[in-house]
């Protein structure tokens, strides 16, 4: 079965314009959550979403935001990009809701560089 | 708020020696403990978790108990290979209500090279 997949791999982009990346959860899986991993930290918790709903949020600004399709991919969209937010993004898909301690599965991320 | 502290790396070991990566935290509640791994390139793949206090997660070799009265969930490996080397993230469970409930919380993380 396929894991968690993320397009595009690596994304080059300058300050002030906008991104959209995608995630396919795992067959079956209905929650997607994000996380921002900034060169040599652990990974920040960004959105969960699960049915299609906002079940989560971390502490990241409103130039941030995400949705849920009926197929339960997810993208993650940021506007106005600043310097500091050339990062891996990171996503994760789970059967249920994690609250319910279910283990999160992660694809291999998107790398975003802003010049 | 939580959160995990780990050691500092890099940590350089020869192969089959002997592993330690230290990991402390500070939480409300109860939360479940993680280590995670990541591969030059990759995503991060679970590598082991405990839920309750005292529990053993174990894999590959790995294994970390659950130490409630020290905070702690130490990595350790008996023999490390090559293949072992990558980098290392302990993680909780976040369990303040709110909206990052259930969501994972990670230590900076702790890169590991295994030298032939």
């Known amino acids: 079965d396929a894991g968690v997949t993320q397009s595009p791999t690596h994304l080059i982009k300058t300050r002030g314009q906008h991104v959209t990346l995608r995630c396919s959860p795992i067959?079956?899986?209905?929650?997607v959550s994000w996380y921002q991993q900034v060169l040599g930290q652990g990974p920040q918790f960004i959105f969960q979403?699960?049915?299609?709903?906002?079940?989560g949020r971390g502490n990241f600004p409103d130039r941030f935001s995400a949705r849920q399709f009926p197929n339960y991919s997810s993208e993650l969209n940021v506007n106005a990009l600043l310097l500091g937010d050339s990062a891996l993004y990171l996503c994760?898909?789970?059967?249920?809701?994690?609250?319910?301690?279910?283990?999160?599965?992660f694809g291999d991320g998107t790398r975003l560089s802003i010049l | 708020g939580d959160s995990v502290t780990q050691m500092e790396g890099p940590v350089t070991l020869s192969e089959e020696a002997f592993l330690t990566i230290n990991c402390t935290y500070t939480?409300?509640?109860?939360?479940?403990l993680f280590w995670y791994v990541q591969y030059p390139g990759e995503g991060l793949q679970l590598l082991l978790k405990?839920?309750?206090?005292?529990d053993k997660g174990s894999n590959k070799g790995f294994e970390a108990t659950y130490r409630k009265e020290t905070t702690s969930f130490h990595l350790e490996k008996g023999s490390v290979q090559v293949s072992d080397s990558a980098v290392y993230f302990c993680?909780?469970?976040?369990?303040?209500?709110?909206?990052?409930?259930?969501?994972?919380?990670f230590g900076k993380g702790t890169k590991l090279s295994v030298k032939p």
């Open positions: 994760a898909s789970s059967l249920g809701v994690v609250r319910d301690n279910q283990p999160q599965h």
């Open positions: 067959s079956g899986h209905k929650s």
């Open positions: 979403y699960y049915e299609k709903e906002e079940r």
């Open positions: 939480a409300t509640g109860y939360p479940s």
């Open positions: 405990a839920t309750k206090a005292d």
């Open positions: 993680a909780l469970s976040d369990q303040n209500y709110g909206g990052s409930q259930g969501n994972l919380i």
